[in-house]
């Protein structure tokens, strides 16, 4: 995730202050829920759910700061997968993948409120993960701090944050009142070639990494977490007959194939993988329910998609390339297919569930053992040019903020404190006064979540690789200790919360910007894995434990983001006939595109099904499905887009079908909205040019 990203961070202290003192500030209370004891029924349940959480065209996207837009619709929707458990023994858990930036503590707490009595799950029982999307919407965090620099909007948005809270709130409930007799398997596959370490010059200063050469042209790729994690839910059908349900899963990759000029909502390359698997193993089965893939994010710190290495060009942030995230991300996908079937012999009735959690204030509370953090946050002058492969144009080009280099980093003179050798983004005097250390993240829910032999650590932060193995490898070695050991302890970055990067204290000297992303100095990593090492032993010794703080109260800037409700007088109507487009570049896709009015963004409900494709099959019309896969906007194919107001409260929007399928007869059929009925468009035909050199777009028959 990229801060301070162009020369607008770098404005006089004065107007950015002026810009602070005139936001509206709300002190946002969450009731700390007592959720009731769950009898023990002997049998082990399950259900997933996926809810959608797309907001109405206008919210920032986050990820690559104010170079990023704001959406004016969706190209993938932005979903909350919900996948609950219960071990029949009176432990159950809720384990939610966003397709968001990042999770929220406040979001946690907003939902673990909402859930508690109707379900008796406690916060520790529920976890929030995140594929990081970067061109998901923002701006719901817990900090200032965040909600200032993620995107290209300011401060907490309410009505997003409450919008979200209900919807995987409303998923929980669901899953649980809907849950069924089920059998479990965890499993973990290596997988190549899908990512690549984008800071390797860091990777290789640590001290256990050997027989990696910077000079060998593969090590960016061996250099990698190559571990893709699963749960497999199977639940019984009504005849009796167990079948597939569910995947939560992991891979540890930047969800960054698509750049900053994306328009649109969209999970990136985790979309594909989400559905091929969603779509597949429910045809496959003719399983009576949705399939859900709730696949997140990993140790993904140092991890870019393994996508065409382009360097430090920072052109390539406008080259905005569909295909190669649909490759990347159908490639995951294909690879978690392979993993879920082959789990199959492993599942068991037999589940054992627990959970731990220990909120704790890291700046209250900065030493954990004999290992100390800074009290306060501080951003590095690195963070300005952002990463490898996404700099900031102009600032990269900037010694004092290009990552790695010597004149970004202290490498003589006071690098003997706990933020060591970083150059803090403009100056350590004037930081402060730009960014109160009281506006940084402080407040850090460690968790640990137990599924038979898996152990899952949710984090807040963006560990990198070795990061996230050698706090796995201590909870690891504490389990072992117990005589307890586990087949497999694996990190999820960017749950429950935000905090940026933590890198190794090696990787940290190097000053690239994962290092100047890490807030606490160069001690996190191993504050973290003590932090997490102490709480496994504690659970350990005292079994499930929850220690929360003792209240949850916020007191936030807040701005509106979210259209405002509008009157819609007007009727719905096209404009103009289907129209095609012929890709113009090797990144680029055909696609059909169609122009409606419709009532206004407020009102369109993104977050609801609203287009489809239908053929004409023997005289009947059905929702297309090409290759087994329906053509909607459920998918990966489909394109939502507002375009501008109109009158009467009215607005108009675009339908773009991409890779469209050739002959056959079609329609595209827009979802009815605002009491207003379903829109019809008219017969079209998609028809290749002589030798596949035009493209031609005709009236069917």
Request: proline share 6%; glycine share 8%.
């Amino acid at each position: 995730m990229r801060l301070f990203p162009l020369l607008r961070r770098l404005l006089p202290a004065w107007s950015l202050l002026l810009l602070s003192a005139c936001a509206a500030t709300q002190e946002i209370v969450v009731e700390q829920p007592e959720a009731a004891a769950l009898p023990a029924s002997g049998t082990a349940t399950a259900w997933a759910v996926a809810v959608d959480i797309t907001p109405p065209p206008g919210m920032p996207m986050g990820g690559y700061s104010v170079m990023a837009n704001r959406g004016k619709g969706f190209r993938t929707r932005i979903k909350a997968r919900v996948v609950y458990l219960n071990d029949g023994r009176g432990q159950s858990l809720a384990l939610v993948q966003t397709d968001l930036t990042a999770a929220s503590l406040l979001l946690h707490h907003e939902v673990a409120a909402r859930v508690a009595a109707s379900t008796g799950l406690r916060p520790a029982d529920i976890a929030i993960t995140a594929s990081h999307s970067h061109s998901a919407p923002v701006n719901f965090f817990d900090n200032d701090f965040y909600n200032k620099h993620t995107s290209s909007g300011q401060w907490l948005e309410p009505g997003f944050l409450t919008f979200v809270a209900e919807q995987i709130a409303d998923g929980i409930v669901q899953a649980y009142e809907q849950r069924r007799p089920a059998m479990i398997a965890t499993g973990k596959k290596d997988i190549y070639g899908y990512n690549r370490n984008r800071s390797l010059d860091s990777y290789l200063l640590n001290d256990n990494v050997h027989g990696i050469r910077a000079e060998d042209p593969q090590a960016k790729f061996r250099a990698v977490n190559p571990s893709l994690y699963m749960v497999r839910v199977d639940v019984r059908d009504d005849e009796g007959e167990y079948r597939p349900l569910a995947a939560f899963s992991s891979f540890s990759v930047h969800a960054t194939a698509l750049t900053a000029p994306v328009e649109v909502y969209n999970a990136d390359l985790f979309a594909y993988a989400q559905k091929d698997l969603e779509w597949k193993i429910h045809d496959k089965y003719q399983t009576p329910w949705p399939v859900v893939h709730a696949l997140s994010t990993g140790t993904q710190g140092d991890m870019a998609p393994a996508l065409p290495d382009q360097g430090d060009n920072w052109f390539s942030h406008f080259q905005v390339n569909w295909k190669a995230a649909k490759e990347v991300g159908q490639g995951i996908g294909a690879e978690a297919i392979s993993l879920f079937e082959a789990l199959q012999p492993e599942l068991t009735a037999d589940v054992q569930l627990a959970a731990a959690a220990r909120e704790v204030n890291i700046r209250e509370h900065n030493r954990a053992g004999d290992v100390e953090i800074c009290h306060d946050a501080a951003v590095g002058n690195p963070v300005a040019a952002g990463a490898y492969e996404r700099r900031t144009p102009w600032l990269t080009a900037l010694p004092f903020f290009h990552g790695g280099n010597l004149m970004a980093r202290r490498w003589w003179f006071f690098t003997s404190g706990c933020q060591g050798n970083k150059r803090h983004l403009g100056f350590s005097f004037l930081q402060p006064l730009l960014e109160p250390k009281d506006s940084f993240p402080d407040t850090v829910l460690f968790q640990l979540l137990k599924i038979n032999d898996m152990a899952v650590l949710p984090l807040p932060f963006e560990a990198t690789t070795e990061s996230g193995r050698r706090i796995s490898e201590r909870v690891a070695q504490t389990f072992r200790d117990a005589g307890e050991a586990l087949q497999y302890v694996w990190v999820a970055s960017n749950a429950n919360g935000y905090f940026g990067y933590t890198t190794t204290p090696e990787e940290y000297a190097r000053q690239n910007y994962e290092g100047g992303h890490t807030l606490y100095g160069r001690n996190s990593t191993p504050y973290l894995t003590e932090q997490l090492g102490q709480l496994a032993g504690d659970y350990l010794q005292q079994g499930p434990l929850q220690e929360l703080q003792q209240e949850w109260r916020y007191e936030l800037k807040v701005n509106d983001f979210l259209p405002p409700p509008v009157h819609s007088e007007g009727r719905r109507h096209w404009l103009g006939q289907p129209l095609s487009y012929r890709a113009e570049k090797a990144t680029e896709e055909d696609y059909i595109a169609l122009r409606w009015v419709d009532v206004a963004p407020a009102a369109i409900r993104l977050h609801e099904p609203l287009v489809r494709v239908e053929s004409d099959t023997d005289g009947e019309w059905q929702l297309l499905r090409v290759n087994g896969e329906p053509v909607d906007d459920d998918g990966y194919d489909i394109e939502v887009r507002y375009l501008h107001d109109s009158g009467d409260g009215m607005a108009e929007y675009e339908a773009r079908w991409y890779n469209p399928l050739a002959g056959g007869n079609y329609r595209m059929v827009i979802a009815p909205r605002g009491g207003q009925s379903a829109l019809i468009s008219a017969l079209f035909r998609w028809q290749e040019g002589a030798g596949g050199s035009l493209v031609s777009l005709i009236p069917a028959d």
